[in-house]
């Protein structure tokens, strides 16, 4: 996005922005070059998409040349689409997103879908959303049903002040608690839940550091490493998710890549949880396990 004293202003419209982004994210390796080079330059303009297209041939004031030319900084360096414009959208939902707090991805959306399919006859659902992050997966849930009521936990005291952010936006704060625990050791245990949900660190340890610089360099680790198979914090949940759960509440949780036999298999160890079974995500990648206490 160089200008020279031969350049004319007219150059930079907000097609051949776009075109020179696209072609500049592709040579850095960025999976969806045009797609994130739409996003950041309605960002920039503070506008919508659709109506790049519409003002295809609109050049760009100095201003939001500078504006854009940072952004395309920032994303050349690998940083998240998502942690640039503050927001990521999910189930619908635009999630204001902040560093520190992990990006909700697409294929969590099979986790609220489980979910809302367990308590739409209930009355009135109480639910434990373990590690709750941005809020995302909590507040689709109660945008959907609007009885029910959650509890959302994290240890990180951040993720917590921006899932409040997002509750009050979305108007589910009246139903949406937070408490700062290490998954549910601040609540007291008595059986109390319909649901228990969570997306926790599933990666394991040594492939971290093999992750798309996206993720290893910019995403928090401590919501990401789930020790050295990925499990360690599954097996902590599914333990400590016997106490919480009604008789006849499910516990709902997320894995990762391969995992599904494992968790199957800690979640009907001794009983604990009977009616296992695995849902897939949009992509046909097993990504969800659910059994009833």
């Not at 240890?155 to 290490?182: F, G, M």
């Not at 890549?257 to 849902?279: A, N, P, W, Y």
């Amino acid at each position: 996005m160089e200008e020279n004293s031969t350049q004319k202003t007219e150059r930079w419209t907000i097609k051949s922005i776009l075109e020179w982004t696209a072609g500049y994210f592709k040579e850095k390796g960025i999976k969806t070059p045009r797609l994130d080079a739409e996003v950041l330059l309605a960002h920039a303009l503070d506008t919508e998409r659709l109506r790049l297209y519409l003002d295809f041939e609109r050049p760009l004031s100095l201003d939001e040349r500078n504006r854009f030319r940072e952004f395309v900084r920032r994303r050349a360096n690998r940083e998240p689409v998502a942690y640039i414009v503050g927001k990521k959208e999910f189930w619908s939902v635009q999630i204001k997103t902040l560093p520190g707090v992990l990006i909700p991805r697409p294929e969590t959306e099979v986790l609220v879908e489980v979910v809302l399919q367990k308590v739409r006859e209930l009355p009135q659902p109480l639910i434990a959303e373990v590690g709750t992050g941005s809020g995302a997966v909590a507040v689709a849930i109660l945008r959907e049903n609007r009885q029910a009521v959650a509890i959302g936990t994290d240890i990180c005291l951040r993720c917590l002040e921006i899932t409040r952010i997002n509750a009050r936006d979305s108007n589910t704060d009246d139903r949406l608690h937070l408490v700062a625990s290490n998954l549910l050791a601040a609540i007291r245990p008595a059986g109390q839940f319909d649901v228990v949900c969570s997306n926790p660190p599933y990666i394991p340890t040594g492939v971290i550091a093999n992750l798309e610089p996206e993720v290893r360099d910019f995403e928090p680790h401590g919501a990401l490493d789930g020790g050295a198979d990925g499990l360690d914090v599954i097996r902590n949940l599914v333990d400590q998710a016997t106490l919480y759960l009604k008789r006849g509440g499910w516990l709902v949780i997320e894995f990762g890549d391969g995992q599904e036999k494992s968790v199957e298999e800690l979640m009907t160890r001794g009983d604990r949880f009977r009616d296992v079974s695995i849902h897939r995500d949009l992509s046909g990648t097993p990504r969800v396990a659910k059994g009833v206490r």
